[in-house]
């Protein structure tokens, strides 16, 4: 009788005791749930959600991990509601438990809120990311932002129209080297064409601020606006600013690949991840359409100065709540930066690679389609003979300067319409001028 | 039954015997109650459970998809009236006929101006993922593939929650969008391909009022240019004179469906879809399917084969995965075919709780054996220890003053004290008459020491006498006596006898039945035989033999 006493306690304990001898918090048979917000794919196909499908399907299936992408939004339109949901606003969806990032959001929300990933990830493992992209995700001493890909600006064109305008006026690829031959090319489209921008610019003062820097000189103030006492600043402005009023160059509304689908511009300066947006077909008003035929050049230096090149993109945070949902953030954080997936994903998406590995790879990797590969070698060339540039992650910085583009697209065709009246080009530049110093 | 019954009748020691009888009570009531949950279907509760739940979340879905449909229908309705007025009123404020559109930029314009604020109120006020208004017209009629060029608009929301008021212009002019802050979307398009719209041929051709039974809801396809699937609800666009002016209706998205529909419920990976389906396949990427509120679901793939189960429960078994589930066929719009509505779980997840609810059974069996089996050994000891420990008290004769506080076990020891005291009150009797009888034994044997003594001397008396009077007996008369015996006839023997054991002469006529002269003459001739004269000479001789007899026996 007591031996049965013994085997029953001991098969009660077996039974009761056997879920505190794991180690991980993870269950395939109750998998827990990370909600999403990413910036890879908004409208159009995403290449971010078959690869989270893929990890639902496999990793997370065998862990019990599952991704959930409530939202795919814009970086422009990420900060804003990322930060009204931490704030727990009315109306507010509720804070993903990973999400796409600036680390200037995350000071604003503040740095206890979310992972360091460095308990993620040892030393070792981080050795194997570009030292310069893991940098830039800190905040304070967390690693709050985990670069899972990174972009840089390029100069997108309807290779279709460029050929014939090319043909006729003998403006090559290689004129836009520059931005001087690049508003010189701009000059001459707008009367090949009859009154077209030539380009549309996603982010006109990241360029005008690019093209000043390449002239020397701090350009930020202490508030992380512009230094507007600059005189490379103004100088670089006005370089813009003119074939702006004249109509040769636009804003991009919202983005360069809009006016480029509808023929409204020829080219678009914008970020090397824009190519997943360009439509293949360019339609234009009296519905005759064309395939875009889409060629990707590095972005115009300053004439005679090193190029610069703009380092840009968020990263990965997760929301801290859980033990569990900490590691399973990890796993799915590790699953998705190996070297080939992550390559894999860059090359879908127009990013760079940030993984030492997958950059290597890069040059051997068979692209979809010609655009892609032009894409690469144009990266390829700015990280060789550019100099790198971390742009700002600044919140209040896109606000002011989201402010002027807005104010600038309205002013804008009155500008053209009072050029076109034979307005002085240098007082409508002043105009903007003023217009900038005056946002916000 | 041989081993039965040397069970039944083994030597088992009470508290043993109590044991297996109260476990044997607890195995029938055990079984009882088996056979109770059993016929009550308690046995059968995860797939009996699993069922309800799944028809109740079928007739939630079921019902909402109804509600939404019909909403849907109700808003395409208003819309096809309010495009058709809208249209109507331009045509007649230009003064133009519907043909006219064609190869007009400007009244193509013009009519997408007049149209586009209603319509992008429509797809907010409707919960639609997008909004469209295609005329059977188009800008440009000298291109290649105009006929399937179809000027319009088409609206869509954002991607980015429900919520979101940002619209895209997914077909339609740039500039009209803009003014009405439309953004493009990205793979923008002018005009309508009606080549890739579905069942576009025969839309237009069952066109006719009324528009209550004109509404259609298209097969899922893929929007062109994009990876997200949706259906379209369609309401033809009917002038008063009959004309049919093209088609307008509502986009549901398959991502816009899974954030609009997802149920409430506990099944954290319930699926429902609404598919086609015939012969007991459902061909689940044929249509649109959600999940749980605030959930991630796999979507199943490929088609389903569907299983009876029975209880209400279907197997649908694919290629990659199996669900469990019910389906009902549902009807969304007037003319269109049965739609089946199917609300699925996970194959896993079933086996899950399957085993769970068994593993529970079995944790409860094994948990009410080893609790039965304790309280059995627990009670049975608590029972018999006051028994056993009277057995001992009976054993050790140590009964005297201790209660037990049990009526029987106390009553016993009263009966057994008063019988102790009967049996004392007995003994002592017994001793007494024992003690009586020793001393009367004892007597008895001096007296019988004292007779033995006495007749021992009397036999000295009597050998002394007798060996006198041998010693006076003429030893050769004495020989002839014995010789005499002898030659006795059988009677004469008996008479013999007769006189040696004390009879008389009447005694021996009576005993010998013989007459007084046979007497006589029997005597004559044994006095002649053994030589003496008299019967007091004979008794002598006899009692002289019977001496030397003994004294030879001695």
Redesign the interface.
């Known amino acids: 009788?007591k031996r049965?006493?013994v085997w029953?306690l001991m098969?009660?304990c077996a039974?009761g005791l056997g879920g505190c001898q794991s180690k991980t918090t993870l269950s395939p048979?109750?998998?827990v749930?990370l909600?999403m917000w990413h910036v890879y794919g908004?409208?159009?196909?995403?290449p971010m959600n078959r690869l989270i499908a893929q990890f639902?399907?496999t990793v997370g299936k065998e862990k019990g991990i599952?991704?959930?992408v409530?939202?795919?939004?814009n970086s422009v339109?990420l900060s804003p509601?990322l930060l009204d949901a931490h704030a727990n606003k009315p109306?507010a969806?509720?804070m993903p438990d990973l999400f796409s990032s600036f680390p200037g959001i995350i000071k604003q929300m503040g740095v206890e809120h979310v992972l360091d990933w460095q308990d993620c990830f040892s030393e070792e493992e981080l050795s194997h990311f570009v030292k310069e992209f893991t940098a830039e995700g800190m905040v304070e001493d967390h690693l709050a932002v985990f670069p899972v890909s990174k972009s840089s600006y390029a100069l997108f064109m309807n290779g279709s129209q460029f050929d014939r305008f090319s043909a006729e006026t003998g403006v090559s690829c290689s004129d836009l080297a520059d931005w001087d031959g690049f508003f010189d090319a701009a000059a001459r489209y707008y009367e090949w064409s009859g009154g077209k921008s030539f380009c549309a610019l996603d982010y006109l003062l990241h360029n005008m601020e690019l093209d000043a820097m390449a002239q020397g000189g701090s350009l930020y103030a202490a508030d992380g606006w512009y230094d507007l006492e600059n005189p490379f600043l103004r100088e670089a402005w006005m370089q813009f600013a003119r074939p702006f009023v004249q109509g040769h160059i636009s804003l991009s509304?919202?983005y360069a690949?809009?006016q480029l689908?509808?023929g409204?511009a020829l080219t678009g300066i914008g970020s090397t991840a824009g190519i997943l947006?360009?439509?293949?077909?360019v339609?234009y008003?009296?519905?005759?359409?064309e395939p875009t035929n889409l060629r990707v050049l590095p972005l115009p230096k300053t004439t005679g100065k090193t190029g610069i090149m703009p380092v840009t993109g968020v990263g990965l945070s997760a929301y801290r709540t859980t033990d569990q949902k900490a590691e399973a953030a990890s796993v799915f954080l590790h699953w998705f930066t190996e070297n080939q997936r992550n390559l894999e994903f860059v090359v879908e998406t127009g990013y760079m690679p940030v993984n030492n590995g997958a950059f290597d790879a890069i040059n051997s990797y068979p692209f979809p389609n010609e655009s892609y590969r032009e894409l690469y070698e144009s990266i390829k060339t700015m990280r060789e003979t550019y100099t790198p540039f971390v742009q700002t992650a600044d919140n209040n910085f896109y606000r002011r300067a989201n402010a002027l583009y807005e104010e600038l697209r309205q002013m804008q065709p009155s500008l053209h319409q009072r050029a076109q009246q034979g307005e002085s080009i240098d007082l409508l530049a002043e105009e903007t001028w003023d217009l900038f110093c005056s946002v916000q | 039954m041989r081993v039965f019954s040397n069970l039944q009748y083994s030597r088992r020691s009470l508290r043993r015997k109590l044991f297996g009888s109260m476990l044997l009570l607890t195995a029938i009531l055990m079984c009882f109650l088996a056979s109770g949950l059993f016929l009550s279907g308690r046995f059968s509760s995860t797939k009996k459970e699993t069922a309800q739940t799944l028809a109740l979340q079928m007739e939630v879905f079921e019902r909402d998809m109804a509600s939404y449909w019909e909403k849907t229908a109700v808003l395409g309705i208003h819309l096809s009236q309010e495009m058709t007025r809208l249209l109507e009123g331009y045509l007649t404020e230009q003064n133009i006929l519907f043909e006219q559109l064609t190869d007009s930029?400007v009244h193509i314009a013009g009519v997408q101006e007049a149209v586009i604020g209603p319509l992008c109120q429509s797809l907010r006020q409707s919960d639609c993922s997008g909004a469209f208004v295609l005329f059977d017209a188009?800008?440009?009629s000298r291109?290649e593939h105009?006929g399937q060029?179809r000027s319009g608009l088409y609206v869509?929301k954002?991607?980015?929650?429900i919520?979101d008021d940002d619209l895209?212009l997914y077909r339609g002019l740039?500039d009209t969008g803009?003014r009405y802050g439309v953004?493009?979307?990205?793979?923008?398009?002018?005009?309508f391909q009606s080549d890739l719209f579905p069942n576009y041929g025969e839309l237009f051709s069952r066109a006719s009022l009324p528009l209550e039974s004109s509404y259609r809801i298209t097969d899922l396809f893929t929007l062109p240019?994009?990876?997200e699937q949706a259906v379209l609800m369609t309401v033809p666009l009917i002038g008063q004179d009959g004309a049919v002016y093209g088609l307008c209706g509502f986009e549901v998205s398959q991502r816009y469906f899974k954030?609009f529909h997802g149920q409430p419920t506990n099944l954290?990976h319930m699926v429902c879809l609404l598919t086609a389906g015939d012969n007991g396949t459902l061909h689940a990427e044929e249509g649109l399917s959600c999940g749980i509120s605030?959930?991630?679901y796999?979507a199943p793939k490929g088609n389903l084969t569907a299983t009876d189960l029975g209880g209400g429960l279907t197997l649908f078994s694919g290629e990659d995965s199996s669900y469990i589930g019910v389906s009902r066929e549902v009807f969304l719009s007037y003319r269109d075919p049965a739609i089946t509505a199917a609300v699925l779980i996970p194959k896993e997840d079933y086996d899950?709780a399957l085993i769970k609810s068994g593993m529970q059974t079995v944790?409860l069996v094994?948990?009410l054996i080893?609790v039965t089996?304790?309280c059995c050994?627990y009670f049975s000891r608590r029972f018999i220890s006051p028994i056993l420990k009277s057995l001992a008290n009976i054993k050790s004769e140590n009964r005297n003053g201790e209660l037990f506080y049990i009526a029987e076990i106390d009553d016993l020891f009263a009966f057994l004290a008063e019988q102790d005291r009967e049996h004392e009150r007995t003994l002592a009797l017994l001793t007494q008459e024992k003690q009586d009888a020793q001393s009367e034994k004892e007597r008895l044997q001096d007296a019988f020491d004292r007779a033995l003594e006495k007749y021992e001397s009397t036999q000295a008396e009597i050998s002394r006498l007798a060996y006198d009077r041998k010693q006076e007996v003429d030893p050769a008369d004495y020989r002839q006596f014995l010789h005499g015996i002898e030659t006795l006839t059988p009677t004469e023997h008996r008479i013999f006898a007769y006189y040696l054991s004390g009879k008389s002469v009447k005694e021996i006529l009576s005993v010998a039945a013989i007459k007084e002269s046979t007497l006589r003459y029997h005597n004559k001739n044994i006095y002649s035989k053994l030589g003496v004269n008299s019967l007091k000479q004979l008794l002598r001789y006899a009692a002289l033999m019977r001496q030397d007899d003994q004294g030879n026996g001695f």
Not at chain 2, 158 to 161: H, L, R, W
Request: proline share 7%; no cysteine.
């Open positions: 009788m049965l006493l029953m098969l009660l039974t048979a109750a998998p749930t909600t908004e409208q159009a196909d995403s639902n399907e599952i991704i959930d409530t939202v795919v939004t339109e509601q109306g969806p509720a509304d919202p690949s809009t689908t509808t409204e947006y360009f439509n293949d077909i339609t008003p009296d519905n005759t359409s | 930029a188009t800008v440009n291109i105009a060029s869509q954002s991607g980015n929650g919520a895209f740039v803009r953004t493009p979307h990205w793979k923008w398009r002018l005009e240019g994009t990876s954030l954290p605030n959930g991630y796999f899950r944790l094994l948990l080893f089996i304790v050994f």
